[in-house]
């Protein structure tokens, strides 16, 4: 009862019409790596996005349908996220048109409740990003990301270069002392001297062994104490009046 | 419930074992996706258990007692047994090299406890001494 009164919020959600057709979806898909390419080259990846553009046909403009995900201000750029066995499990992009994120593998809009960005908290997701496309960076930025008002990572750079693009690769199993499994919503924001700020918003799956993993084991032993005490511990007793 | 019961609740203990009731469950349903890692509906899943949880302390099936029922007038009647025990008065008590009266060496007796050697009448200094009070005969 409670399960399905509380599936309210991730029922129903619409994932939008593919924004390319098929034949476009499917070489945009033969870019994707399949497996794991380790840290990108920032001139490669730089090339890689430009390709994505043109298949794209400069337009990812997709249906708001409300709870879904969005990037707006200059930013934009693209990731990769690969298992623990270096098998592709997601990708998305964004072109920095102030348009939503599209999944690459399925060409709908990415990072929504009902299509959120899968990684896995052994895997690796690999990056390219920038702010502007062309131009001068972001200079001395600062950034946060948190979920729930609750700040998950923060930092900046004085960035004195005026550097606008960067790529890289999270190790997500170095980086995550502890492997779970969840639906994330995720917000970032980027602020700079010299550039509008870049806000996202976006829902992350993280897939780890579900209730097996260390969490979902505590979970499951909380629970069953609490069903314990409550049935051998809290209930009525009739006792004889003396 | 017949007359004589009386049903007893336990409203803090049901909210007490809510409290693990609900971030268990919260835990689980996150971790199978059934509802996003977000604060707000973690709070209605643990409040909602630890209604559940006072809901059942308050009108669960109550437990039935073990026994029957204790029958009218059985406590006036009873009487509990006297738990002290009058020591034998024939029979002394057992002696070792020691003098302690127990074999482990504690001394069990109270300290006022009559000495049964001292008050003894000493028969032979009470005795009229025959010999002196005999008058003397010229």
């Given at each position: 009862?409670?399960?399905?009164?509380?599936?309210?919020?991730?029922?129903?959600?619409?994932?939008?019409?593919?924004?390319?057709?098929?034949?476009?979806?499917?070489?945009?898909?033969?870019?994707?790596?399949?497996?794991?390419?380790?840290?990108?080259?920032?001139?490669?990846?730089?090339?890689?996005?430009?390709?994505?553009?043109?298949?794209?046909?400069?337009?990812t403009a997709v249906a708001d349908f409300g709870d879904g995900s969005q990037l707006t201000g200059l930013c934009g750029g693209f990731a990769y996220s690969y298992d623990k066995n270096g098998d592709l499990l997601d990708a998305a992009i964004d072109l920095g048109d102030g348009d939503a994120p599209v999944?690459?593998?399925?060409?709908?809009?990415?990072?929504?409740?009902?299509?959120?960005?899968?990684?896995?908290?052994?895997?690796?997701?690999?990056?390219?990003?920038?702010?502007?496309?062309?131009?001068?960076?972001?200079?001395?930025?600062?950034?946060?990301?948190?979920?729930?008002?609750?700040?998950?990572?923060?930092?900046?750079?004085?960035?004195?270069?005026?550097?606008?693009?960067?790529?890289?690769?999270?190790?997500?199993?170095k980086d995550l002392p502890v492997k779970f499994t969840a639906k994330v919503k995720i917000e970032?924001?980027?602020?700079?001297?010299?550039?509008?700020?870049?806000?996202?918003?976006?829902h992350v799956s993280f897939e780890g062994d579900g209730l097996t993993d260390p969490v979902g084991l505590a979970g499951l032993a909380l629970l069953g104490g609490g069903i314990f005490g409550l049935l051998f511990n809290s209930r009525p007793a009739i006792t004889w009046k003396s | 419930m017949t007359s004589g019961e009386i049903k007893t609740t336990h409203p803090i203990r049901g909210?007490?074992?809510?409290?693990?009731?609900?971030?268990?469950?919260?835990?689980?349903?996150?971790?199978?996706?059934?509802?996003?890692?977000?604060?707000?509906?973690?709070?209605?899943?643990?409040?909602?258990?630890?209604?559940?949880?006072?809901?059942?302390?308050?009108?669960?099936?109550?437990?039935?007692?073990?026994?029957?029922?204790?029958?009218?007038?059985?406590?006036?009647?009873?009487?509990?047994?006297?738990?002290?025990?009058?020591?034998p008065e024939d029979e002394p008590a057992a002696t070792d090299d020691w003098g302690s009266s127990d074999s482990d060496g504690d001394d069990d007796a109270p300290d006022d406890a009559p000495d049964v050697e001292d008050e003894a009448p000493d028969v032979e200094d009470d005795a009229p001494d025959v010999e002196d009070d005999a008058p003397d005969t010229p």
């Amino acid at each position: 009862m409670i399960t399905l009164g509380l599936s309210f919020s991730v029922g129903a959600v619409a994932q939008g019409d593919p924004v390319v057709d098929q034949a476009a979806l499917d070489e945009i898909r033969a870019l994707v790596p399949e497996g794991d390419p380790g840290k990108y080259d920032l001139t490669e990846a730089s090339a890689e996005f430009g390709q994505y553009v043109i298949l794209f046909g400069q337009s990812t403009a997709v249906a708001d349908f409300g709870d879904g995900s969005q990037l707006t201000g200059l930013c934009g750029g693209f990731a990769y996220s690969y298992d623990k066995n270096g098998d592709l499990l997601d990708a998305a992009i964004d072109l920095g048109d102030g348009d939503a994120p599209v999944d690459l593998l399925e060409g709908t809009q990415a990072f929504t409740s009902g299509n959120p960005f899968k990684v896995d908290p052994r895997g690796v997701v690999v990056y390219y990003g920038f702010s502007p496309e062309s131009g001068d960076g972001p200079e001395d930025h600062r950034w946060y990301i948190k979920t729930s008002g609750i700040s998950l990572d923060k930092g900046g750079d004085p960035n004195p270069q005026l550097k606008n693009r960067n790529a890289g690769l999270v190790d997500l199993n170095k980086d995550l002392p502890v492997k779970f499994t969840a639906k994330v919503k995720i917000e970032g924001h980027m602020m700079s001297e010299n550039q509008p700020d870049c806000v996202g918003k976006g829902h992350v799956s993280f897939e780890g062994d579900g209730l097996t993993d260390p969490v979902g084991l505590a979970g499951l032993a909380l629970l069953g104490g609490g069903i314990f005490g409550l049935l051998f511990n809290s209930r009525p007793a009739i006792t004889w009046k003396s | 419930m017949t007359s004589g019961e009386i049903k007893t609740t336990h409203p803090i203990r049901g909210i007490l074992w809510g409290i693990p009731l609900g971030l268990g469950l919260a835990i689980v349903l996150v971790v199978t996706q059934v509802i996003p890692l977000e604060l707000t509906q973690i709070i209605v899943v643990l409040v909602l258990a630890i209604v559940i949880g006072l809901l059942w302390s308050l009108y669960g099936p109550a437990k039935r007692p073990k026994g029957p029922p204790p029958k009218a007038g059985l406590a006036d009647d009873f009487t509990a047994p006297d738990e002290t025990m009058a020591e034998p008065e024939d029979e002394p008590a057992a002696t070792d090299d020691w003098g302690s009266s127990d074999s482990d060496g504690d001394d069990d007796a109270p300290d006022d406890a009559p000495d049964v050697e001292d008050e003894a009448p000493d028969v032979e200094d009470d005795a009229p001494d025959v010999e002196d009070d005999a008058p003397d005969t010229p």
